[in-house]
């Protein structure tokens, strides 16, 4: 009886253990169809798990014209994201994209927090954004720091004309700041938009962070992956994917194990019907259905022969020699035997950047490509002209050489008609004697009015640049 007694009595100090569950998504880029999958997802969580927090890696809009062309710009998204009850977003770059004053009134209409510790603001603008939060969640307490990229510029990946009273530092430069909250909380996270190789990095030099919830490079991690002992999450794009991340902690409040695994939204049958209607009402503009041109073979998984088509409507509206167009501003990579409606135009080129005529020399060309390699991650795309290339160890544009259209090479010293988007004329920082001027034309009118002449197109197989 005394053996038993005390058998039972350890069983009954056993540490009880404490579960900490966390959804997190990033890069929804306006993708509002997929809503009410992802509605009928986390009422299903919720369902087990009623104290699940939601959180959001950033770019939230830039992706469909229905919700970035709305009468406020990105309503639509944040209107469901308050419905299916989000606890916290960081700040991606495309969150700029209207300006910082429509960013202002859309995280005031947000009932949930924005963070993002390497970013701040004019004080005339009182922009809701803190460096990071403090939750408290079943007896623990959450740190959670904000951060988000930044380019070769010093800022994030956005058209600088909508910077606007923002002012950005390294993330790496800034988190130490907040380290401390390590010795307050239970569990320190970094909810980060600087990209997977970037987080990456900051597990190696922060392993005070039990977890870096990211985005930005719109990779899949679906397993679980610690690096230096930190987890690293990221969900794809455009609601695809959801992370579904849980905690345990001992009965000291101290982690013991992390854990995440990934839901296809996009395999999902069921939907809640609520979010549904909502969405319904949102698409319900017959101004995106206008049928304005016709696509004759199938694209599948081709950036470039999109970005060909686009490059192409550039050169024709400015009347131009080349045209380049960079490989982050084609945001489709996909396109079906079909007729193109406006919404298909506006769902590749979202941007409205206007397009900037340079005279460039046949080696400022050759600059420009070597420097706009680095600067955005990825060759341009073109018409009026083809190319080749090879990298160096460093990951540097080298041995690049131009053809023109009709088979010539490119003649270092001569004179071209160069068009380009404003955001690589601006970001961009090539050498050029002619500071470029405007075409008074932006890329969306530009693909509208070379449908108006060519009514079908057929870019399968566009392949103009290769990599040797």
Known sequence: MIALAIVFGMASCQPKETKLYIATINDMHANIDNFPKLAYVLDSLRALYPDMLLFSAGDIRSGNPINDRYEVPSLPMYELMNAVGFDLSCCGNHEWDAGVRNMRELMNIAKFPFVCAN????????????????????????????????????????????AGGSHFRPAEEVIPEYLSLRDECNALFLLSHCGFEADVEMADKFPQFDAIFGGHTHILVDSTRLFNGVMITQAMNRI????????????????????????????????????????????????????????????????????????????????????????????IDSFSVRPIILKDL?????????????????????????????????????????????????????????KLANGKPLDLKATYKVVMNSYMASVFKFEHADPGTSSFHTSNEALIEYLKEHQHINYAGAIRVQEK
């Open 240 to 331: 695809k994917y959801l992370t579904f991340n849980t905690f345990t902690f001992d009965n000291k409040g101290k982690m013991i194990a992390k854990e995440s695994q990934v839901i296809p939204i996009g395999k999902v049958q069921k939907k809640n019907e609520k979010i549904q209607a909502m969405v319904d009402e949102y698409n319900n503009n017959g101004v995106f259905q206008q049928v304005v041109g016709y696509n004759d073979a199938e694209i599948d998984d081709c950036y470039e022969c999109l970005g060909s088509f686009m490059a192409d409507a550039d050169l024709e509206i400015v009347g131009a020699d080349m045209a380049f167009q960079n490989y982050g501003g084609v945001r």
């Open 346 to 402: 506006f769902t590749l080129d979202p941007f409205d950047n206007e397009l900037v005529v340079f005279n460039m020399t046949g080696q400022e060309i050759v600059d420009f490509l070597k420097v706009s390699f680095i600067t955005d991650k990825g060759p341009n795309y073109c018409s009026g002209c083809t190319y080749s290339y090879s990298v160096d160890d460093e990951g540097q544009m080298k041995d690049c050489k131009v």
């Open 119 to 162: 970013a701040t603001f004019d004080d005339s603008l009182n922009m809701p954004v803190k460096p990071y939060v403090i939750i408290e969640r079943n007896g623990l307490k959450l740190g959670v720091i904000g951060a988000i990229q930044l380019g070769l510029s010093g800022t994030p990946d956005f058209h600088p004309k909508n």
